[in-house]
């Protein structure tokens, strides 16, 4: 069983950075691939990012691509987004993800493939 804890989540201007971050409990989690994923108001759950294993291979919508970076440090057992030029449209309650599979490539797909999730953080872009 794996627990996934988010933090870093807050109000921000367009145009600025936050970085999340995912703390996992679990001696497993470094064989686990994670992600991202975030609902806005109105909408559903949508994938974000994702990354295997080791972290080497990554995987981001192409609405987030060359602005957001996944990554973790699994000494740590900890998950991170970097999210820069945030824009309001990125508005929503972001969600820290694991597969037991350890290839990133599965979340793609959408949250039906996903194990563990988070509680959620609050990420707000004012205009």
């Known amino acids: 069983q794996v627990q996934l804890v988010e933090s870093g989540g807050g109000l921000v201007q367009a145009g600025g950075s936050l970085k999340l971050s995912c703390v996992a409990s679990?001696?497993?989690?470094?064989?686990?691939?994670v992600g991202w994923f975030r609902r806005a108001p109105g909408k559903e759950r949508e994938f974000v990012a994702a990354?295997?294993?080791?972290?080497?291979?990554?995987y981001y919508a192409d609405s987030v691509k060359g602005r957001f970076t996944i990554s973790r440090d699994n000494a740590k057992n900890t998950v991170y987004l970097q999210m820069n030029s945030l824009k309001p449209e990125d508005t929503a309650v972001y969600y820290c993800?694991?597969?037991?599979?350890?290839?990133?490539?599965?979340?793609?797909?959408?949250?039906?493939?996903?194990?563990?999730w988070g509680q959620g953080t609050q990420v707000t872009v004012s205009s």
């Open positions: 990354a295997g294993w080791s972290g080497g291979v990554t």
């Open positions: 679990g001696h497993t989690f470094s064989t686990y691939a």
């Open positions: 993800a694991a597969d037991r599979r350890p290839f990133g490539n599965y979340m793609v797909r959408g949250s039906s493939e996903v194990d563990y």
